[in-house]
């Protein structure tokens, strides 16, 4: 199977137009470049294999963050990439849909496992469905889906509006909402993800997954950032404010803005690929997609500095 399409990327990046990594800014993921300040970390977290303790302690900081109903089973995982691979391996192969255009590991991981995709919304032969809430690339938010069997609610980016999430889906059978720390908490490489829903399937999840799924200072992180309100709420109004800032740079170089969240922004250009380059010949990575001519994806800048360049960058693309 083909490598599937993503952001990053900066070393094939940094092979065709140079410059050391320290070089590039990568607006090309998604991830807050603000990220969540480390705590200090008992020696334990790195010396001892997690204990049960610690990893109680984040499933309730867990719970109580994203309000998790009380009969949906909350795990803990290595990524929700490590999620999504084993989603389809909990029903028998049928057909999934997944509307698009989405985030692409969904599709890739059902027609690995044998499954047919389809992206239409009304198909009512489907066994799974799957939908991205907000939507990655354009921020499409989605009514909860009505329809028996399988359904994901991936959330990895809900956290930029809570009040859009739809955790209480958790409670139902046969559904599994999924969430993470890479995100909105700036901590993709701490590979923390969390699947929450009908406890037949979430057991199901954790045995594929086996024993300590989850590293010991992951767990440390992951409890002190779920706990820190205080840090969440100041972190949304901060990023609606960038977010603001970068539309209005994107719309004074001539692109118009179709959406997103607070932590990316979707474009429509003349002609992405010319945009793509032209930003970095100057060292600044964004997204383009393989479905599209004319969208540009671009997350924020995470520096002032950072900002100065895309925004004399900008300014030089006709």
């Known amino acids: 199977m083909a490598p599937a399409d993503h952001g990053g990327g900066i070393d094939a990046a940094r092979a065709r137009w140079g410059g050391a990594r320290g070089d590039w800014i990568d607006l090309s993921t998604g991830i807050n470049p603000l990220a969540y300040p480390l705590p200090a970390l008992p020696a334990e977290a790195w010396t001892a294999l997690p204990d049960r303790g610690a990893e109680a302690a984040l499933v309730a900081a867990a719970r109580r963050f994203w309000k998790v109903p009380e009969d949906a089973a909350v795990l803990a995982a290595p990524g929700t990439s490590a999620l999504i691979a084993r989603l389809p391996g909990l029903r028998s192969p049928g057909r999934v849909a997944i509307p698009g255009p989405t985030y692409n590991e969904h599709g890739r991981a059902f027609r690995k496992a044998g499954w047919t995709v389809t992206e239409a919304v009304d198909d009512h032969t489907v066994t799974a469905r799957v939908i991205v809430h907000p939507n990655n690339p354009d921020g499409r938010l989605w009514s909860a889906p009505e329809t028996p069997g399988l359904v994901v609610i991936d959330e990895s980016f809900a956290d930029t509006c809570p009040e859009a999430s739809l955790i ?55 409890s002190a950032a779920l706990s820190d309100d205080a840090w969440a709420d100041a972190m949304r109004a901060r990023l609606e404010e960038e977010a603001a800032r970068l539309d209005a740079l994107l ?47 671009l997350g924020l800048p995470g520096s002032e500095l950072a900002w100065g360049r895309l925004a004399q960058a900008l300014e030089t693309i006709g």
């Open 168 to 222: 209480a889906e958790a409670a139902r059978p046969g559904r599994i909402v999924l969430k993470g720390l890479g995100k909105f908490w700036g901590l993709a490489g701490l590979r923390l993800g969390f699947a929450m829903g009908d406890p037949a399937l979430i057991a199901r999840l954790a045995d594929l997954l086996g024993p300590w799924p989850v590293s010991g200072p992951a767990l440390a992180i992951g």
């Open 251 to 297: 719309g004074r170089a001539g692109a118009r803005v179709l959406g997103g969240t607070s932590l990316f922004r979707l474009a429509e250009v003349p002609e992405a690929h010319h945009w793509q380059e032209a930003l970095a010949r100057r060292r600044i990575w964004t997204r383009v997609f393989p479905y599209s001519r004319h969208w540009l994806r």
